[in-house]
Nanobody, 125 residues
Framework: QVQLVESGGGLVQAGGSLRLSCAGS????????VGWVRQAPGKEREFVAG????????GYADPVKSRFTISRDNAKNTVYLQMNSLNAEHTAVYYC??????????????????WGQGTQVTVSS
């Protein structure tokens, strides 16, 4: 069982930045691919970014490609999402999720095996 804990969300002004963190609870967390999925008010969950077990491969949803960067530090069992140039459209609950096949980036909101509880990101205009 993998437990995921997100942190780093909060209230930020438009144009600002936030860095989200996702901490995995088990030693083999580095074997998993990890993704960030968000859910805005009144909308379905949508894939944001994903990263393979090694960090060598990443994938992004088109709307965030130039603004967000996903990375990981396997020594710390942590995956990050750096979000820059935020605007109101980025307001959502951001979830961290893990997939057992570390080579596969799951570029949809489905297909993940484990989920965190989410962290709220609110961008004020």
């Amino acid at each position: 069982q993998v437990q995921l804990v997100e942190s780093g969300g909060g209230l930020v002004q438009a144009g600002g930045s936030l860095r989200l963190s996702c901490a995995g609870s088990i030693r083999t967390f580095s074997n998993y691919s990890v993704g960030w999925v968000r859910q805005a008010p009144g909308k379905e969950r949508e894939f944001v970014a994903g990263i393979s077990w090694s960090g060598c491969n990443t994938g992004y949803a088109d709307p965030v490609k130039s603004r967000f960067t996903i990375s990981r530090d396997n020594a710390k069992n942590t995956v990050y999402l750096q979000m820059n140039s935020l605007n109101a459209e980025h307001t959502a609950v951001y979830y961290c999720a893990a997939h057992w096949n570390g080579l596969q980036i799951v570029a949809t909101e489905r297909g993940y095996d484990y989920w965190g509880q989410g962290t709220q990101v609110t961008v004020s205009s």
